[in-house]
């Protein structure tokens, strides 16, 4: 069968001649002439690859991407850049927001073809890896060990890749499924109405997103986003309600890990509310080090990143930092922060 391709282009004799290389190359192309059109022909049926210009009226090529990010039917599916604008701040902000490739207009026939053929192959891959059917699921009752048969079911589903600073979910989503972190780092963060940003949480490898809106059947919460590039596995909701269903083990796991995701923001509440600036920040760092975020006791991590996560101005982080380094309690070089006395970080007086 051939793969599906959607052009999603404004201009008309670039969008002919895209469908006229990709049909002569056996490709089954459907095309619309604006960013609107485009996005409800990819949910009304989902393409194997959309090719999409950056500059349109009304809904641009960001936007587009935007709204299929939200969907996870076609969250997943590869999404090529076509500008030509090559500045690359342009660039720079469609990879960001989850583009998997770009092509700089004007296009010879064998770039297009090369772009689509490579993330197509690259699609596949993955697929191939990562997918298995869960049609096994309803036979798993005769099975006594949940927790061994879920890391199973986690193994066998396709991986979601999300490339840095590109936005999993939204506060307020409705909650689609459990993440599972398989590699990479995942922060999630609530807005203050100032606007400024509060981290409740980070997320490593084997970590849990989402427990509490699939519990309680909810929205999602915070706001979760890849701190670099990571790998996800959704397991669906009604998928996740069935194992629950049948193995109580992996019902009382999860609970515990809500519990203690409750008792851990309770202690961040008390620490934000009550501890100096130093003691905030004494217990943001030593946060990381004992959630594994660290290589031994260095990790890398933004000014704003931290200033979330300790409660406190960007600029105060920096003041902060300064003044643990002249202390001797850390070494500081760019984003790279080495602890050099725990003991005395644990001991940081209010």
Same mark, same amino acid.
């Not at 796991?253 to 202690?267: G, H, P, Q, T, Y």
């Not at 130093?278 to 990143?305: P, Q």
């Given at each position: ?144 060990? +949940? ?135 004494? +217990? ?67």
């Amino acid at each position: 069968m051939s793969k599906k391709v959607l052009v999603i282009e404004d201009n008309n004799d670039i969008r002919e001649n895209i469908i006229e290389i990709l049909e002569l190359a056996g490709y089954a192309v459907e095309a619309a002439g604006d960013g609107r059109a485009g996005v409800d022909m990819a949910l009304k049926n989902t393409p194997d690859i959309i090719l999409c210009d950056i500059m349109m009226p009304e809904l641009d090529g960001y936007g587009v991407l935007y709204l299929l990010n939200k969907n996870p039917e076609t969250k997943a599916v590869p999404f090529i850049f076509l500008t030509a604008k090559a500045e690359r701040v342009d660039l720079r902000k469609g990879m960001e927001m989850g583009a998997d490739d770009y092509l700089t207009k004007p296009f010879d026939d064998i770039e297009l073809l090369n772009a689509v053929e490579s993330r197509l192959k690259k699609k596949e891959l993955l697929e191939n890896f990562y997918s298995k059917s869960l049609d096994q699921l309803s036979n798993l009752a005769s099975r006594n060990d +949940g927790l061994k048969e879920f890391k199973k079911i986690v193994l066998e589903r396709k991986a979601r890749h999300f490339k840095k600073n590109q936005v999993i979910y939204y506060e307020g989503d409705k909650g689609n499924g459990l993440y599972v972190v398989l590699t990479g780092k995942v922060k999630a963060i609530k807005l203050a109405e100032d606007g400024r940003e509060l981290m409740t949480g980070m997320y490593s490898a084997d970590e849990y997103l989402g427990i509490h809106a699939m519990l309680s059947n909810e929205a999602y919460t915070d706001t979760a986003t890849a701190l670099e590039d990571t790998s996800l596995c959704l397991i669906p909701k009604d998928q996740l309600d069935q194992l629950l269903h049948l193995y109580p083990d992996v019902s009382h796991e999860f609970i515990k890990i809500l519990s203690d995701n409750i008792r851990e923001k309770e202690e961040q509440l008390l620490q934000l509310a009550y501890n100096s600036v130093r003691k905030k920040m004494a +217990g943001a760092i030593l946060r990381l080090v004992s959630h594994g975020e660290t290589d031994g006791e260095s990790f890398k991590i933004s000014r704003e990143d931290l200033a979330a996560m300790a409660g406190m101005a960007t600029e105060t982080v920096s003041r902060t930092l300064s003044d643990f380094k002249d202390e001797g309690l850390i070494d500081k070089k760019g984003s790279v922060i080495t602890v050099l006395s725990q003991a005395r970080l644990a001991k940081m007086k209010n």
